[in-house]
Nanobody, 123 residues
Framework: QVQLVESGGGLVQAGGSLRLSCAASGGTVSTYAMGWFRRALGKEREFVAAIRWSGVTTSYADSVKGRFLISRDNAKNTVYLQMNSLKPEDTAVYYC????????????????WGQGTQVTVSS
């Protein structure tokens, strides 16, 4: 019932920034915890960041801590991922996901997934 649509991906030089957006619709999406995951070619999908419905509780993978920032605007049913100081190893398809309330690093705990948006970081 919940639908997620990612946007904001693109090509950026190393050291640059991008902001990804995930628009949610259907159900009571403002009560859901939201997460970002990514999958690089030839690699497993990995956790990036997550945020609770209140916006108070956040979680980040060690690889992006200090560079990425997750936030949400419940009035717009949208979650954001601000990516700064991008590195070539950040190149991946980024996916938005949603689950009821509780923040999790495990993708199996998420009920709804978007199609993904490609981020490519050049050297």
């Amino acid at each position: 019932q919940v639908q997620l649509v990612e946007s904001g991906g693109g090509l950026v030089q190393a050291g640059g920034s991008l902001r990804l957006s995930c628009a949610a619709s259907g159900g009571t999406v403002s009560t859901y915890a939201m997460g970002w995951f990514r999958r690089a070619l030839g690699k497993e999908r990995e956790f990036v960041a997550a945020i609770r419905w209140s916006g108070v509780t956040t979680s980040y993978a060690d690889s992006v801590k200090g560079r990425f920032l997750i936030s949400r605007d419940n009035a717009k049913n949208t979650v954001y991922l601000q990516m700064n100081s991008l590195k070539p190893e950040d190149t991946a398809v980024y996916y938005c996901a949603a689950r009821p309330s509780v923040v999790s690093r495990l993708e199996s705990n998420y009920n709804y997934w978007g199609q993904g948006t490609q981020v490519t970081v050049s050297s």
